[in-house]
């Protein structure tokens, strides 16, 4: 992009548009994932749907490549594109809660931490991640699961309305009577349709939940995981636990005796009465005595707050993910090989149920199409250090595919990982893939937002 067309972009967008001569170019493009370095030729940072909607009008008739930002936790980095435009959503955090009606107002530029805040004066919340700094957007296009998936469902479970920008720069509210094909897209569909510029969603009555963490020395995995996979599916949709593999870092709650040990465990939110917390997990003992285990009640956006600084922005990483809806022996003996020998510090193994209330929705009513896996799994190789990007990418991949013939085939659309085979994004879809397809022809035909886990527009001959 050369400076007059830079300057000509900036003439009509009101936020302000970086371009790799300003001082600030550097810092615009850098995303919570450090391994990508990606140069995009501007930055727009959208301050309103106006903007957006001028926004996408200008790289169409500039012929320019097009990608959009929410916070920038996109692990293969896929809110940047090289030489193109990415409009940055990041000045659109504000949220407006209707507590009366049991709804939140959500800018597209938002983080769960902003959702999770203004919701908890309330004493509501919606199903979302378990990082408060990850963007409403990605997370919410994508199905969004988190500590509250086994009560009150997906994210998109939630979702009542959203307003979109379309391909062409005009822009529409999508819901279940507004545009519903392109509202049944959106949910678990990605960014493939449009650019969200804000969402509707449904309240639940959360405030103070039950946290708990317990762990055990990692060669007990066998014992714990066979317990954990019976356990978990038959527990009170109240009981909502992940189980990992990861290292104890040397931070609170965890005593310094054990700090810097290979483990696995759980991390449990309760969101039943309080007094019903220890007893609904008294079975922790049923493995032996774990090595640390620790209840506390807390307020909610602690909980989604807990892991933020533990693993801030600017590390590499690598994930890949996939579902499950078993946990057979023989993939047990996997994941204890790769727990024993975790490739960093930070990096880790999750299994996050997705059973529960999200199993409630029919197997077409959104775009997510598994509504019959039981754990949503990834696997991360994380290191500060740019010169271990290699040997964490490889522990990922290596564990990846030594899981991957345990797994239903498919994957949660965040955690694909940068360079998988196009062919993963149609096994995500299962047979809502072709539907999908139609939705995209009608909505974005010229595969306008294609710096996604793309999806590209049936019988399309523009396709890129």
């Not at 509210?173 to 392109?182: K, Q, R, V, Y």
Request: charged share 20%.
């Amino acid at each position: 992009m050369d400076i007059s067309t830079l300057e000509a972009m900036r003439a009509v967008l009101r936020g302000p548009v970086t371009g790799p001569q300003d001082p600030d170019y550097d810092q615009a493009r850098k995303l919570y994932n450090a391994m990508i370095d990606k140069r995009p030729a501007a930055i727009a940072r959208c301050v309103d749907a106006g903007d957006v909607m001028a926004g996408i009008r200008f790289v169409r008739d500039h012929g320019l490549d097009l990608a959009v930002r929410g916070a920038g936790h996109s692990g293969p980095g896929l809110c940047l594109v090289d030489g193109g435009v990415t409009l940055d959503l990041s000045p659109m955090r504000w949220v407006r809660v209707d507590p009366a009606a049991r709804t939140a107002q959500v800018g597209g530029g938002s983080q769960l931490g902003d959702l999770d805040h203004a919701t908890h004066a309330f004493g509501l919340a919606t199903p979302s991640g378990i990082i408060s700094m990850t963007g409403v957007g990605g997370l919410t296009l994508g199905g969004g699961h988190g500590y509250l998936t086994r009560k009150y469902g997906l994210t998109v479970d939630n979702l009542l309305a959203a307003d979109v920008v379309l391909a062409d720069g005009s822009f529409v509210t999508a819901s279940e009577t507004d545009h519903p094909d392109l509202f049944w897209a959106l949910r678990g569909g990605g960014g493939n349709f449009g650019v969200v510029t804000s969402f509707t969603y449904r309240l639940h009555p959360v405030h103070t939940i039950g946290f708990g963490v317990t762990v055990w020395p990692v060669d007990h995995t066998r014992e714990v995981l066979r317990w954990y996979r019976d356990f978990l599916p038959q527990a009170p949709e109240d009981v909502y636990g992940f189980f990992t593999l990861f290292t104890i870092p040397s931070a609170p709650p965890f005593p310094e005796a054990i700090h810097h040990r290979k483990v696995c465990g759980v991390v449990w939110c309760h969101t039943g009465e309080p007094d019903g917390f220890e007893r609904d997990l008294a079975a922790v003992q049923e493995t032996g005595p774990p090595a640390f285990h620790f209840t506390s009640p807390m307020p909610y956006p602690t909980l989604q707050g807990a892991f933020d600084e533990l693993i801030p922005t600017g590390y590499q990483w690598y994930w890949r993910g996939d579902f499950f809806d078993s946990i057979p022996d023989a993939a047990i003996e996997v994941h204890l090989k790769y727990g024993e020998n975790l490739v960093s510090p930070l990096s880790l193994m999750h299994l996050y149920p997705v059973d529960g209330a999200a199993h409630r929705a029919g197997p077409d009513d959104t775009a997510w199409a598994y509504r019959d896996a039981v754990w949503s799994g990834v696997f991360a190789g994380v290191d500060p250090d740019p010169a271990n990007a290699d040997a964490i990418r490889r522990w990922c991949v290596d564990y990846w595919e030594e899981m991957h013939p345990y797994s239903m085939g498919g994957s949660y659309v965040n955690f694909l990982g940068e360079g998988e085979d196009p062919g993963r994004v149609r096994a995500t879809y299962r047979d809502h893939y072709d539907r999908l397809a139609q939705v995209k022809k009608t909505y974005d035909p010229d595969n306008v937002f294609h710096a996604t886990q793309n999806i590209s527009p049936a019988a399309a001959q523009q396709a890129r």
